[in-house]
């Protein structure tokens, strides 16, 4: 019996058909798996929207596809609904202030409050699945372009974007600056061309060209900042709580 089914499924594959029932077994039709569809969201786009993602600004701007205001929350995508994130040339214009859950400024301090920088990235957060991916660029705060525009009003190290891990703010105790969010950190310098070829960097030894990186002037332009979604999935999340429900045996 066991030569019948292998010459089954073999002339079967030959044929490029699907196996025969044998024996009174049916052969069960095979579904592949829909992957799930995720947003791609370009925040605070102006008119230069990255290709694939939907656009998002304020009132007005032409061609966005959601016109919002970024720093009033909630927003109105659903929890774990968006699967990627674009945000270029943005952070640098938040104003600096403490803002309750919907971007209504408080007094600085307040404990019902947050940094209007930690406000905007637990919205992401939210909104991203898990394991969800975040692209920022900012201009460098070594460099001219983080102080030439007038409404700039954030200047940026790469370090600063190191405050979104979890991990990071509870082995410094942090716990009162009310984050919720948790990402996976990576950042890339974004070099003048000009610089690099003036001061022939890509020659220079690995220790000679961080230490250029760190204390040149107008070296590094922006900071390449991607963040991936540190959290659990819905289901894993319900079968802790369910977990949770249960008596403990006897």
Not at 29 to 57: S, T
Not at 102 to 131: Q, S, T, V
Request: net charge negative.
């Amino acid at each position: 019996m066991t030569d019948q089914i292998t010459d089954a499924i073999a002339k079967a594959r030959d044929a490029n058909t699907p196996p025969p029932s044998i024996v009174g077994i049916p052969t069960l039709p095979v579904e592949l798996a829909v992957p799930e569809q995720y947003l791609k969201l370009d925040l605070a786009c102006g008119q230069n929207i990255r290709a694939g993602f939907e656009g998002v600004d304020l009132p007005g701007v032409p061609g966005v596809h959601h016109e919002m205001n970024l720093a009033r929350f909630p927003w109105k995508w659903a929890d774990n609904s968006v699967g990627e994130i674009n945000c270029s040339h943005f952070l640098e214009h938040l104003p600096m202030m403490y803002v309750d859950k919907h971007g209504n400024e408080l007094p600085f301090g307040d404990p019902a409050g947050k940094d209007l920088f930690f406000a905007f990235f637990d919205e992401c957060y939210r909104i991203l699945r898990p394991e969800g991916t975040m692209v920022i660029v900012v201009p460098s705060c070594r460099s001219s372009r983080a102080f030439q525009d007038p409404t700039h009003r954030r200047f940026f190290p790469a370090e600063a974007f190191v405050y979104l891990n979890e991990g990071m703010r509870k082995a410094n105790k942090l716990d009162h600056y009310n984050v919720a969010c948790n990402f996976d950190v990576a950042v890339d310098p974004g070099i003048f061309q000009h610089k690099a070829e003036q001061l022939n960097l890509m020659a220079r030894m690995a220790e000679v060209r961080d230490q250029i990186l760190d204390e040149r002037w107008n070296v590094i332009a922006d900071w390449h900042v991607k963040l991936r979604s540190l959290k659990p999935s819905p289901q894993v999340i319900a079968a802790a709580a369910a977990a949770a429900t249960i008596p403990p045996t006897p």
